[in-house]
């Protein structure tokens, strides 16, 4: 029997896939700040809803317990509170949901022995860090329990990367079986667009502390912040020491944000300018034009963010922006490669 047959790839992009609309539902839930909706986690019980009124009104009175309600939400109708507990309900079953669509072929796979002794390994990988994604998703909303009426942004900064980083590990193994025969590589231009990645990675972590801090409703103007000002005084008086107004500060994370998505506009600009003196194949030249193309159209997206105070439909689409973009930038990895 083969190995590491289409249906391994299949099921590698589907779980592909989930982990895309996974994380779009998780910027619909963050924005609509409805996070803290659901305030305890049951695994088994949590994935059915209320079903009547009574359950509806159990679950709003424990939802009245917690600092959102008291500090923010106590004007709050029981109808409010089911706009936001679906996004939240609705955002767990899909995580449970995709941890039984890698599971449970993953064990089909194996007993079947239709996995390579690699793509065995590889999967294990991604089934711990799908049960990492979980844990650090019930931990980011515990940070919003306690006396704050928010999640801690360090955890939704963790939980989101987190959710990118497996998405591009599922798609890169898929990778790895769509293109098994390895080739000659050029290691100073494969190292660039590694470079290029983890400027990437630390632009989404970036995203996720602007939107933690909602630091997106501030300095509403672009290409400059308030007042005219490249960079405002703000940026650097918020928090004391100095170095906490680019991770904690409203102002800092949002001009380190706006540095860092010129950086990887730079760097791509200047992965497809080297290309052009390299001999290319179908699918690197593809991977590169996808880039660029993808990384406009998320800067504007950016701007346009910024420019109309963050409406909910374009923070996701910001949001779907910074998915497509790692897609791109994997593939393009991968097939300067392997």
């Known amino acids: 029997m083969k190995k590491d047959n289409k249906k391994v790839i299949y099921w590698l992009l589907t779980g592909c896939l989930l982990i895309f609309i996974m994380v779009v539902v998780g910027g619909i839930t963050r924005l609509t700040h409805s996070g803290l909706s659901i305030s305890n986690y049951k695994l088994i019980s949590g994935t059915i809803p209320p079903m009547n009124d009574v359950e509806w009104q159990e679950a709003f009175n424990l939802y009245k317990q917690y600092p959102e309600y008291q500090k923010l939400n106590n004007q709050f ?21 995709i941890g039984l669509v890698f599971f449970i072929p993953f064990l089909y796979f194996l007993i079947k022995k239709q996995l390579s002794k690699a793509t065995v390994k590889k999967s294990i990988v991604l089934l711990c860090l799908g049960a990492f994604q979980g844990f650090l998703g019930w931990y980011m909303v515990k940070s919003g329990l306690v006396d704050n009426p928010d999640v801690s942004h360090y955890r939704l900064a963790a939980h989101l990367t987190t959710a990118f980083i497996t998405f591009a590990y599922t798609f890169w193994v898929a990778l790895d079986l769509i293109f098994p025969n390895r080739k000659k590589i050029n290691k100073a231009f494969r190292n660039l667009i590694r470079l290029s990645l983890a400027f990437i990675i630390l632009q989404i972590i970036y995203g996720a502390f602007v939107a933690g801090l909602d630091a997106g409703f501030i300095h509403n103007h672009w290409p400059m912040m308030s007042e005219g000002k490249f960079m405002h005084q703000t940026v650097y008086i918020e928090q004391s020491p100095l170095y906490k107004n680019f991770i904690e500060g409203k102002s800092g994370v949002q001009f380190v944000h706006r540095i860092l998505a010129y950086i990887v506009v730079l760097f791509i600009v200047l992965i497809w300018k080297k290309s052009k003196k390299l001999n290319l194949t179908r699918y690197q030249s593809k991977g590169i034009n996808m880039l ?47």
């Open 292 to 338: 660029l193309i993808i990384v406009c159209i998320q800067f504007l997206l950016g701007v346009f963010t910024i420019l109309l105070q963050v409406p909910v439909w374009l923070g996701v689409a910001h949001q779907i922006g910074a998915f497509f973009l790692l897609s791109a930038m994997t593939f393009t990895m991968h097939r300067f490669s392997k």
């Open 77 to 97: 109708t029981l109808q409010d509170f089911k706009d936001i507990y679906f996004w939240e309900w609705l955002h767990r079953v899909i995580g449970r949901f």
